[in-house]
C-alpha cells in the first residue's frame, strides 16, 4: 500500500513537471506587435509567448468547435489539431460559418474538420492549423482516439456530445500526459463548460488587472512601519496579505530597500502597515515615493471529469434570478449521458414525446438531491430534449468566446480558469408549451433547421423578415453579421440590413475582427464585412456605407429610413454615437442592441420599447481631466507626461505647420487674426520661427534643432522652474512647497547613450532622431536614422548656457492659472511688428508645410511621444515606460480580444430572438437579460433590465403615466397652427400656451397679437421654415414640437411628453 501510495506521488510531480515545462516554453518567433497590438493590453507579451508555444486537439467541429478553433487561432497559439471525421448535417449548418447547404448534397462529402481547416487556417498565418483523421469518435475507436492525445498537446477540447466513457477516458488521458482538458456542448438553448487543468496548475495572474499603483504621502519610522498615500491620487486599493515594492522614496535613512518585497497589512483606503518591519530607528520619515503591487502566482487544484460529474465541488453561477438552474442542468446533462448510452451515442429528435418522456424518466431515477420535483422543471427538460441536437449560432457564439477564453488560459497560465462545471441556458427564449411536432421538425436539408427544431417555423420566418440597422463593422459588428448570416436575418425579400463604418481596414484589426483579411487592408470595413457575411448566406439582403450616424447624415438615415426598420444594433467604440443612436431608438421606438467590450470585460443592454429603459437613462460620470498646472509644471504620473508630450506634439508639428499654411494660404488672415486676442502673439511667434528663424534648409538642420529643443524642454524649463521655486521654498503656512504630489524636478544632462533604469530606453537619442525626423518630414526633407551619423552632428551643436529669466510668472495651481489675465504690454505693436517682417505670401508661393497629426500605430510618432514623455518623467523621478505601455495610455487605446467580442455578440443574439418574438409567448420585461461579464476572473450575471423611469399626468381627469419611449403622435397632416391648438382642447382638454420647436419658439400666450394672427391660418411647417429659413430635407416625415400646456378646467400646468408631428 505504502508502495502504491509513493507511485501515485512520484507520478503527480512528474505531470506537474511536465506541466510547467509546458508553460515555460517560449516561442522562438518575436511577437507581431501590429497584429496582436489590441490583444497585447490583454495578455502582456509573456502570456502571448507562451500561448504562441502552446498546441491544441479540438475534437468536435459542429458550430462549437469552430467558434472555439476561430478564438484560438485568432489570438495566435501556435497550433491547433481538428479531428471531427463526422460529415456535417443541416443542424451544423446554423452554427458553423464554414459551411454551408451544398456540402449536404454531397454523398461524399469531406468530414467537418476537413471542410473547415483551410478557411480557419486563413485567420492567422502564424498558426498552424492540422487535421488528424479517426475513423469515428465512439468507444470502437477509443485507443485511435487517446492515442492522439500526447505529451505535445497542450490542451485538449470536445465540443460534441460524446459517449460518457469515452469523456472519462480522454480526461483521464489527459492527466496522465500533463494537458488541460476542457469538455463543453451546446444543446439548443442549454450549454455546458468542464475544465480540469489538473492537481496542480500554476495561475499567473488570477484577475488581470493592472497592479495596484499609488503614491507615499508618509512612511512612519515606526514598528510595524505605517505607510499612508496621498488621498487625492485614489485608494491604495491592497488587501491584507498583499505584496509592494517601493521605488524612488526619500526619506528613512535610506532603509527602505527598493529590490524587495513587502507583505501588507491594511487598516484602511489610504493607509496600511508593513508586516514585521521595524523603521523605529529611522531619524526622517519617507516622503514622495511610488508604490506598486507585486501580483503573485496561484496554484489551484481540479477535479477530474469522472470526479466532478458524481460529487461537484462547485457550480459556477450566471443568472441568480435562476438560482437552482445549474443543479438542475447538472441532472439533465447526466440523464443525457444515459439517454445517449442506450440509444448508441444518438441525441433525442425534435419535438419526439416518447423520447421527452425516456428522459423525464432518466432524471426522476437520477435525482438524488430531490430537485427534479415539478411540472416546471419537467417542461424545461422535454425542452431541452427537444432542442437538443440544435446547434443555435448565438450559444456557439456566447459559449466559444467562453470556452476559447479557456484554452487560451491553458496555454498562457493568466487568468482564474472555471473550476468544474459551468452551465448557461437562455430558456427565457422558448415558448411556455412544447410546439406540435409538424412545427419544429428539420428538413434535413434548411439551414435553419436548428432554429426550427428550437424555436418553429413561425419565427424562422419572421427571422427572414428582420429589418436590421447595424452601426458599425468593427470586432463586434463582425462577429454579429456572422451570426446574423447563420440565423437568417433579413434573408428574404421583405427583409434587409443596413450596415455603416466610415474606417477603413488596418492590420491591428486581423486578430479580432475575423470577416476580414490581409488583402483587405486599407479597404472600407463596412463594405468587405458584408462582402463576407453574403458569402456565408447568399439569401442576405444586405447595403453597407461609409457614413457616420450623426446629425449632419440625417439626409441618407433619416425619418423614412428609420421608418422602414424593426430593430437597431449598436457596434461602436464610442459613447457620443450611442447616445445619438439611442434617441434615435425612442423617438421612433425601435428596440436597441447595445454591447461592447474592454478586454475580457464586456456588457450587452438590451432595449426594449416601453418595457425597457434608454441606454442614455443612466450614464457613467465624465472622466476626470488633468489640472492644467498639474501637465505644465507638476506633473507625478506618466499619464501627465504622456499627456504633455501629446500635447508638445500637437502643438510643434500639427498647429505650427497649420498657421504657416494659413498664413500663406488665406487672405484675410490678418482679420481673422485680431479675432484670437488671448493667441495671437502666440499664434505669429510659431510662425516667425517656423516659417524664418528656425526654417531648415538640410537634415542636419533638424537635427541641430531637435538637440537645443532638448536643451529648452528638459533643462532650461527645468531651471526656471526652480528658479521661480528653489527645492527649499516654504508656502505662507510653513509647508514645504515641493511635497506632496509635487515633485521637485532636476534638470537632465544629455547623454546620447543614456538609458532610463524603469523602461531600458535610450530616450535621450530616441528624441532626437524622432524629432529630427519628424521635423523634416514636416519640411519635405528626407530624413534618415543611422546612429553614425547623430553622433557626429551632435558632437558640433553649439548649445547655450542657461541664464535664469527675471518677471517669469509660474502658476503655482490651477486657481492661479485660472486668474492670470496674461497681460502682454504693447502686444498689439509687437504683434504689427511680428507681421509686417515675415516674408510676403507672395513671396513664398508655391510653399507649403506638412503638418503631421499624431498616430499611434505610426512608431515613429510614437517613439517621439514615448521618449518625451519619459525624459520628463525624469525630470520629476516618476517611473518611465516602455513604448508598448506609452502607446495604449497615449493612444488611449481599448484592450481587445476575439473571446470577449465573441461572447457578449452571442449574448446580444440570444436577446434578438426574443425581440423577433418566441413563439406562443408574451415575453415580460423579467424575460430580457442585460449581462456583464469577466473572463479573467471568471464572472458571468444576468440580470433583468430596469424599467423605464415614469411621469404622471392628468389628462381628461385620468392619469396617464408616460415614460421617455411616450410622445403626443399627431398625424393629421400639415394642418395649421390654428388646427394643432384646436386639436389639443377637442382631443386632450388643453390649451397650449407655448409651443416651439428646437430653439425657435412658433407660439406663446405672451407673443406679438399681429404676429399670432398671421400664423394661426399658416400649415405648421410653413411656420418653422420661415422662421428657420431652411427648408425641410425631403426625407424628413416627422417635426417633433415641445409645448406647456394648461387643463381648461383646473387651468393647471400638465406635464407632458414632446409631440411628435407628422407633416408628410
Not at 515615493?289 to 465541488?313: C, D, H, M, R
Not at 498562457?412 to 412544447?434: C, Q, R, T, V
Amino acid at each position: 500500500m505504502g508502495n502504491n501510495n509513493s507511485n501515485d506521488k512520484s507520478n503527480q510531480t512528474d505531470k506537474i513537471k511536465m506541466s510547467e515545462e509546458k508553460m515555460d516554453a517560449v516561442a522562438t518567433g518575436e511577437v507581431d506587435e501590429k497584429l496582436y497590438s489590441r490583444q497585447l493590453y490583454v495578455m502582456g507579451h509573456e502570456a502571448q509567448r507562451r500561448m504562441m508555444a502552446s498546441s491544441a486537439l479540438l475534437f468536435g467541429l459542429s458550430g462549437l468547435g469552430a467558434e472555439v478553433a476561430k478564438n484560438c487561432i485568432l489570438a495566435g497559439i501556435s497550433s491547433i489539431t481538428l479531428c471531427d471525421p463526422s460529415p456535417p448535417n443541416s443542424f451544423d449548418l446554423c452554427g458553423n460559418f464554414y459551411l454551408d447547404p451544398a456540402h449536404l448534397s454531397n454523398p461524399s462529402s469531406p468530414s467537418r474538420a476537413e471542410l473547415c481547416r483551410e478557411k480557419l487556417a486563413e485567420l492567422n498565418h502564424y498558426v498552424t492549423v492540422k487535421t488528424a483523421e479517426v475513423p469515428s469518435l465512439t468507444m470502437n475507436h477509443r485507443d485511435e482516439i487517446l492515442s492522439l492525445i500526447d505529451g505535445k498537446v497542450s490542451v485538449v477540447i470536445v465540443t460534441v456530445p460524446l459517449v460518457q466513457s469515452l469523456v472519462i477516458a480522454m480526461n483521464e488521458r489527459c492527466r496522465q500526459v500533463g494537458a488541460c482538458f476542457i469538455h463543453s456542448v451546446v444543446t439548443g438553448v442549454f450549454s455546458k463548460a468542464f475544465c480540469d487543468f489538473g492537481p496542480a496548475f500554476v495561475v499567473t495572474d488570477k484577475d488581470g488587472e493592472e497592479p495596484h499603483q499609488s503614491q507615499v504621502e508618509s512612511i512612519i519610522p515606526d514598528n510595524p512601519a505605517t505607510v499612508k498615500v496621498l488621498e487625492d491620487q485614489g485608494r491604495h486599493g491592497l488587501e491584507t496579505g498583499d505584496y509592494v515594492t517601493f521605488s524612488r522614496v526619500k526619506g528613512l535613512d535610506g532603509a527602505l530597500d527598493t529590490s524587495k518585497e513587502y507583505k501588507v497589512i491594511s487598516t484602511g483606503p489610504y493607509t496600511f502597515e508593513l508586516d514585521g518591519v521595524d523603521l523605529s530607528s529611522c531619524m526622517t520619515p519617507g516622503t514622495q515615493g511610488y508604490i506598486t503591487q507585486v501580483k503573485k502566482p496561484v496554484t489551484v487544484s481540479f477535479q477530474s471529469y469522472q470526479e466532478a460529474l458524481e460529487n461537484p465541488e462547485e457550480l459556477m453561477m450566471s443568472d441568480f434570478a435562476k438560482f437552482d438552474r445549474p443543479q438542475l442542468l447538472h441532472l439533465f446533462y447526466k440523464a443525457l449521458d444515459v439517454f445517449m448510452d442506450g440509444h448508441g451515442g444518438e441525441l433525442p429528435h425534435p419535438g419526439n414525446q416518447q423520447e421527452g418522456e425516456e428522459m423525464v424518466a432518466l432524471c426522476k431515477s437520477l435525482d438524488k438531491g430531490e430537485i427534479f420535483n415539478n411540472a416546471k422543471s419537467e417542461i424545461l427538460l422535454k425542452h431541452f430534449a427537444s432542442g437538443s441536437r440544435a446547434v443555435l449560432s448565438p450559444m456557439c457564439a456566447a459559449m466559444g468566446g467562453i470556452v476559447g477564453q479557456e484554452v487560451l488560459k491553458a496555454c498562457s497560465g493568466k487568468f482564474m480558469p472555471i473550476k468544474g462545471f459551468f452551465y448557461f441556458d437562455a430558456d427565457e427564449s422558448l415558448p411556455d408549451e412544447l410546439l406540435p411536432a409538424e412545427e419544429v421538425v428539420p428538413t434535413g436539408t434548411s439551414r435553419y433547421d436548428s432554429q426550427i427544431a428550437v424555436f418553429g417555423k413561425s419565427l424562422q420566418e419572421q427571422m427572414l423578415k428582420q429589418r436590421m440597422f447595424l452601426v458599425g463593422a468593427g470586432a463586434i459588428g463582425c462577429e454579429m453579421l456572422k451570426n446574423w448570416a447563420l440565423m437568417g436575418v433579413g434573408c428574404s425579400e421583405e427583409g434587409h440590413i443596413h450596415v455603416t463604418d466610415m474606417d477603413r481596414i488596418e492590420k491591428s484589426n486581423l486578430s479580432r475582427q475575423f470577416l476580414f483579411r490581409s488583402h483587405h487592408i486599407d479597404h472600407f470595413k463596412s463594405t468587405c464585412a458584408a462582402e463576407a457575411a453574403m458569402g456565408m448566406n447568399p439569401d442576405m439582403k444586405i447595403t453597407s456605407y461609409q457614413e457616420k450616424v450623426a446629425a449632419d447624415t440625417e439626409h441618407i438615415f433619416g425619418d423614412d429610413f428609420y421608418d422602414k426598420l424593426t430593430g437597431v444594433c449598436t457596434a461602436l467604440d464610442n459613447v457620443e454615437a450611442r447616445l445619438y443612436v439611442d434617441q434615435k431608438c425612442l423617438f421612433y421606438r425601435l428596440p436597441m442592441l447595445e454591447s461592447g467590450t474592454l478586454g475580457t470585460k464586456g456588457n450587452t443592454q438590451v432595449v426594449v420599447p416601453h418595457l425597457t429603459e434608454n441606454y442614455g437613462a443612466t450614464r457613467d460620470p465624465p472622466e476626470k481631466s488633468i489640472p492644467v498646472c498639474t501637465l505644465k509644471n507638476f506633473p507625478n504620473q506618466i499619464q501627465h507626461t504622456l499627456q504633455w508630450a501629446r500635447d508638445y506634439f500637437a502643438g510643434i508639428f500639427t498647429q505650427n505647420a497649420e498657421d504657416v499654411n494659413s498664413y500663406l494660404s488665406a487672405p484675410d488672415f490678418a482679420k481673422k487674426l485680431e479675432a484670437q486676442q488671448n493667441t495671437k502673439m502666440d499664434t505669429l511667434k510659431s510662425i516667425q520661427s517656423t516659417l524664418v528663424d528656425d526654417r531648415p534648409r538640410s537634415f542636419e538642420d533638424c537635427v541641430v534643432w531637435s538637440r537645443l529643443k532638448f536643451e529648452e524642454l528638459f533643462v532650461n524649463q527645468i531651471h526656471q522652474l526652480l528658479h521661480n521655486f528653489p527645492e527649499d521654498q516654504v508656502t505662507s503656512n510653513g509647508t514645504k512647497f515641493w511635497s506632496g504630489s509635487k515633485r521637485c524636478p532636476k534638470p537632465l544632462a544629455f547623454d546620447i547613450n543614456a538609458v532610463c533604469e524603469d523602461a531600458a530606453m535610450r530616450n535621450h537619442f530616441d528624441f532626437i532622431v524622432a524629432a529630427a525626423n519628424l521635423r523634416a518630414s514636416m519640411y519635405g526633407i528626407k530624413g534618415r536614422t543611422d546612429e553614425e551619423y547623430f553622433v557626429n552632428v551632435l558632437k558640433n551643436v553649439m548649445v547655450p548656457d542657461f541664464t535664469p529669466k527675471e518677471g517669469v510668472k509660474i502658476a503655482a495651481n490651477d486657481a492661479e492659472t485660472e486668474n492670470d489675465p496674461n497681460p502682454v504690454d504693447n502686444a498689439d505693436n509687437e504683434a504689427d511688428e511680428i507681421l509686417k517682417n515675415l516674408p510676403k505670401p507672395s513671396e513664398l508661393a508655391g510653399f507649403k508645410l506638412n503638418p503631421i497629426e499624431f498616430d499611434k500605430d505610426i512608431d515613429e510618432h510614437m517613439r517621439f511621444v514615448t521618449a518625451c514623455s519619459n525624459l520628463r518623467a525624469m525630470n520629476y523621478s516618476i517611473p518611465t515606460e516602455d513604448n508598448h505601455r506609452s502607446r495604449a495610455i497615449a493612444g488611449k487605446i481599448i484592450p481587445a480580444i476575439a473571446t470577449t467580442t465573441a461572447l457578449v455578440t452571442g449574448l446580444v443574439c440570444l436577446e434578438l430572438y426574443k425581440i423577433v418574438g418566441s413563439p406562443r409567448k408574451e415575453l415580460k420585461a423579467d424575460a430580457y437579460k442585460n449581462a456583464f461579464v469577466n473572463l479573467a476572473t471568471p464572472f458571468i450575471t444576468l440580470s433583468e433590465p430596469m424599467p423605464p423611469a415614469k411621469t404622471k399626468a392628468v389628462i381628461k381627469g385620468k392619469e396617464w403615466e408616460w415614460t421617455a419611449w411616450d410622445s403626443i403622435d399627431v398625424n393629421k397632416g400639415d394642418i395649421t397652427l390654428a388646427e394643432l391648438m384646436e386639436y389639443f382642447k377637442t382631443e386632450y382638454n388643453l390649451e397650449i400656451s407655448m409651443l416651439s420647436h428646437g430653439v425657435s419658439i412658433l407660439y406663446s400666450f405672451f407673443a406679438n397679437k399681429k404676429k399670432v394672427e398671421e400664423r394661426m391660418p399658416m400649415p405648421m411647417s410653413k411656420i418653422i421654415t420661415g422662421i428657420t429659413k431652411k427648408d425641410f430635407p425631403p426625407n424628413q416625415l416627422f417635426i417633433i414640437l415641445e409645448l406647456i400646456a394648461n387643463d381648461l378646467e383646473t387651468d393647471e400646468e400638465v406635464e407632458i411628453p414632446y409631440v411628435k408631428f407628422r407633416f408628410r
